[in-house]
């Protein structure tokens, strides 16, 4: 099997393990060890980490440090081309004769085919409505000549035998002719490199090479004089025995033209494997075959799908990981299947159709839950897999000093380091520092590292935080971002928006904060001083345990 194809199937088929949007080093890292986890468990089916956003410095510096895979992007899941089971039909060379695309299509039930050039670059396609019209309109006498058809489709078209001549590159150059009546007749009807169909009369055979024919086909299989095959080599004159009689041939020797010639060649409806199944479905009825080309990530043609195949469709499976609120989940959650969920967080406002596997702890990373499921289930861990778990405790715990941060994580996060054979409070600092490293971003970057929007009765609004260990990239990041909230508040849609600038090895976080009524919020949830949208908040490490809880708090007293 084609391994493109294999890996499509086992892509469509896949669970996706996933966190959520905007997406920290934890988010990234337990989608990855969670699905080595799951694999490790459970043979019969297959687990893929994914993410819903792109990765963030800190997660970036992690992976590469492990050598880790970046997850593939699904920033929707909602159904599209590569949930659908894509028809893993061979493109076909545009020499392809006109007879042999039928007798394909005929065979395989299709009613297009793909033309691709050596590369599986997609040329051109072909119906069968396509190869009904160039038969239809088969009595061109110079179709072959036009179509620059070569030799060897219409050997292969008249099931033919060669007894003269190299056809080899060559192609036909003059009109069909069928070699009946007088030779006198003959004389005048044909001309230079003409194809010549003929019975078994000498005479005949011999006019049209004196006549400088380009072919001569013979019928039924006849026998051909040593006298004529000499001349006929001499005067480079090919001959061709078919088993057709001359009507025969007649009739299908026009289908030896090439599909290339009939193709459909602009304008070609093609889908790649992230279009939308509702988007396909409207192009689907408005177009006039069957079958639709589908492209892969590369842009190479990968096969085909019909309307059946989107009636067959299956909504993507998926395990959410270090999240459980909709609002922080990859769009088009409504349309997929949850199946699982491994999370730290508070429950929020995520609804299921099924009853699904919820297991929600109150621990400082979703890598520690996931580590006690290693143990549990007698999983070994291997240094990579320990690395990535380690660098998410790391991140989420701010290095054991985050209030959110149990006994349990720091636990698992030594021993984690042990198996990495990691110096973790060295990779610690390294890791944080690569994090908290803004050159080169732009404030909507930054802003996008570590964001998540919550709902808390009619109110809207979103958090993010940065971790800095130095005061320099800390008060750059506040100087980019600062600008760029009320921005993002006003293209969301939220009520508010606030942004931590945590600092590390201080243990504490300056706020910034829009939206009406901002401040006012905040001095009551927090009982601190609030000026020109800014607030010092000492000992806040934790968005989680810290921040969002007090501010739901807060806004409950608005409610009332």
């Known amino acids: 099997m ?28 337990s989608a990855i060890a969670y699905s080595r986890l799951k694999n490790a468990i459970d043979e019969s089916r297959v687990y893929k980490p994914c993410r819903a956003g792109q990765l963030n410095r800190e997660t970036s510096f992690v992976l590469d440090h492990f050598g880790a895979e970046t997850p593939q992007l699904y920033v929707d899941v909602s159904p599209q081309m590569r949930d659908v089971d894509i028809r893993l039909a061979e493109g076909v060379d545009g020499e392809m004769s006109m007879r ?36 239809m309109d088969g009595l061109d006498p110079f179709i072959l000549a036009q179509s620059e058809t070569s030799y060897q489709n219409v050997i292969e078209t008249i099931d033919g035998t060669v007894l003269v001549g190299d056809p080899a590159g060559r192609t036909v150059q003059g009109r069909i002719i069928i070699g009946a009546g007088s030779a006198e007749m003959m004389e005048r009807a044909i001309k230079k490199g003409d194809v010549v ?45 078919t088993p057709l009689n001359t009507y025969a041939t007649g009739q299908i020797i026009s289908q030896a033209a090439p599909i290339r010639y009939y193709m459909l060649k602009e304008g070609i409806m093609t889908f790649n494997l992230n279009t939308p199944v509702e988007a396909a479905t409207k192009i689907m009825g408005s177009v006039r075959h069957r079958y639709f080309p589908v492209l ?6 990968l096969g ?33 299947e949850v199946l699982e969920i491994i999370d730290h967080h508070r429950i929020g406002s995520l609804e299921t159709d099924n009853p699904v596997y919820f297991r929600n702890m ?9 580590y006690q499921m290693y143990q549990e289930n007698n999983v070994p861990i291997d240094k990579q897999t320990a690395g990535l778990m380690l660098s998410a405790i790391l991140s989420d715990t701010l290095m054991f000093r985050s209030p959110t941060c149990t006994s349990f994580d720091e636990r698992a996060a030594r021993r984690l380091a042990e198996i990495a054979d990691m110096d973790l409070e060295a990779y610690a600092d390294e890791m944080f520092e690569h994090g908290g490293d803004i050159s080169g971003e732009t404030a909507e970057q930054i802003f996008g590292t570590d964001y998540k ?38 293209k969301q849609g939220l009520d ?3 942004y931590l600038f945590t600092d590390v090895r201080n243990a504490a976080s300056d706020l910034l904060m829009v939206g009406k009524g901002a401040e006012a919020l905040v001095k009551r949830a927090f009982d601190t001083e609030v000026k020109d949208g800014a607030a010092l908040l000492p000992g806040v490490l934790s968005r989680k345990k810290q921040f969002v809880p007090a501010l739901i708090d807060a806004l409950k007293h608005v409610e009332q």
């Not at 695309?101 to 069968?128: F, H, P, S």
């Not at 892969?296 to 043609?301: A, I, L, N, S, T």
């Not at 109150?362 to 996931?370: F, L, Q, S």
């Open 496 to 498: 508010y928006v606030f």
């Open 296 to 301: 892969g990530d590369d842009g190479k043609y």
């Open 197 to 241: 169909i003929v019975s078994n009369r000498s005479e005949s055979q011999l006019t049209a090479i004196e006549m400088e024919a380009g072919c001569i086909v013979v019928g039924l299989d006849s026998k051909v004089s040593k006298t004529i095959r000499m001349l006929a080599e001499e005067n480079d004159c090919l001959i061709i025995s």
């Open 100 to 135: 042999k695309a039928w007798t394909r299509m005929r065979d395989q039930n299709l009613d297009t085919l793909c033309v691709v050039d050596d590369e599986k670059n997609l040329k051109g396609l072909i119906t069968v409505k396509d190869v009904a019209t160039a038969n």
């Open 304 to 336: 085909v799908v019909s309307r059946r195949n989107l009636l067959n469709l299956q909504k993507k499976q998926l395990i959410l990981v270090d999240h459980n609120e909709k609002s922080q989940a990859a769009e088009g959650l409504e349309d997929a």
């Open 2 to 29: 084609n391994p493109a194809s294999t890996e499509l199937e086992q892509n469509t088929h896949a669970i996706k393990v996933i966190g959520h949007r905007n997406p920290d080093t934890d988010s990234i890292c």
């Open 453 to 490: 929007v919550f709902t808390s009765g009619a109110f809207h609004f979103g958090v993010g935080q940065g971790s800095y260990m130095s005061e320099r990239n800390r008060k750059a990041a506040e100087a980019l971002v600062g600008p760029y909230l009320e921005t993002a508040r006003t």
């Open 362 to 370: 109150p621990v400082g990373c979703t890598c520690t839950i996931i």
